[in-house]
């Protein structure tokens, strides 16, 4: 198999930088600005933590609904109080590098986006070790299915993913739903911090447990696809919006401006937003505020199109 030509090629800069460059730049946690990294990973836990216990308190919701055989395959579905056949819905991918996470503290912005209408589904996955990422890719897909089976009269489908959960989102691009037997209304993806092509990862200890070769890289980055893979026809009714906090790291920026540079040359609808004064971590729990600019841009997003 050959590079791409692209930010993925051989002149890729991170293909230059020391171990411990890209160690660094693939740790999230270092380029905190406001707290340090362990203080943020607490407070990032703390507040999904407390975000799901809100998010279920109120009761209107359907906890560990399987979406297939797999003692993992579970999602909880958050519904607005006011039920109608054709709410729309925005099912949620948590990040934590494919090896931690859960999604039993994820629901950040599962109570402003209940209130304004819309029905929330956090997706739980089976993480590394237990997982690889193609079962990840995999179940994650068959999450999106039983979605849309589960609720064919959906005002649409967004995806929203951070982090490794934003790769996971992406993905969602390549897949075959013809196979699957049911195409998901899908009309957006939110992509926030995330990862697109493996390569450099798999060069740095995150991983460890998730033991990925060249091949699983390239087979599981939507990166190397959208630049390298016969092209899949893009589908102009759904909207695709990457994200990245200004305090992310150069190569997580790198990552999403080139993502999406290589959707807007694939013909996608693709817009890009570099959300200020945030880092990876605060652009995510801030979902926890209705009047935060990310989840004022979801609702109009959600709304415009349902
Ligand atoms: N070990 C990582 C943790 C991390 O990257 C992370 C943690 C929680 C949610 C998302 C994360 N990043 C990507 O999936 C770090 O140093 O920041």
Not at 10 to 39: D, F, T
Not at 116 to 138: R, S
Not at 148 to 155: E, F, L
Request: include cysteine.
């Amino acid at each position: 198999m050959d590079v791409p030509g692209g930010g993925g090629g051989r002149g890729a800069p991170w293909r230059k930088m020391s171990k411990e460059e890209l160690e660094n730049q693939y740790s999230p946690s270092r380029w905190v600005v406001r707290r340090g990294a362990e203080e943020a990973m607490r407070t990032y836990s703390q507040i999904g933590d407390e975000a799901t216990k809100k998010a279920r308190a109120t009761g209107r919701s359907l906890l560990d609904m399987p979406y297939g055989d797999g003692e993992g395959e579970k999602m909880d579905i958050y519904f607005p109080e006011e039920v109608s056949e054709a709410l729309p819905f925005l099912v949620f991918f948590h990040g934590g590098y494919w090896q931690s996470g859960s999604k039993d503290t994820s629901a950040f912005m599962v109570s402003p986006l209940t209130a304004q209408g819309v029905a929330v589904v956090i997706v739980a996955y089976d993480i590394a070790p237990k997982g690889t990422l193609d079962k990840m890719v995999d179940q994650v897909t068959r999450s999106v299915v039983s979605v849309q089976k589960r609720y064919p009269g959906n005002r649409g489908i967004h995806l929203c993913g951070h982090s490794a959960g934003a790769h996971l989102a992406a993905m969602m691009l390549l897949a075959n739903w013809t196979k699957l037997g049911v195409t998901p209304n899908l009309k957006g993806l939110f992509l926030v911090s995330g990862i697109y092509d493996l390569e450099p990862v798999m060069h740095t200890s995150e991983n460890a447990p998730l033991l990925v070769t060249l091949e699983d890289a390239r087979r599981n980055s939507p990166q190397w696809h959208l630049e390298m893979a016969p092209a899949q026809p893009a589908d102009p009714g759904c909207r695709i919006l990457v994200i990245v906090g200004q305090h992310d790291s150069p190569e997580f920026h790198r990552q999403s401006r080139e993502f999406y540079q290589a959707l807007r040359r694939r013909s996608w609808e693709a817009s890009f937003e570099e959300l200020r004064d945030v880092d990876h971590f605060e652009v995510l729990w801030n979902l926890t505020q209705k009047d935060y600019v990310l989840t004022q841009i979801i609702l109009k997003t959600i709304f415009q199109e349902s």
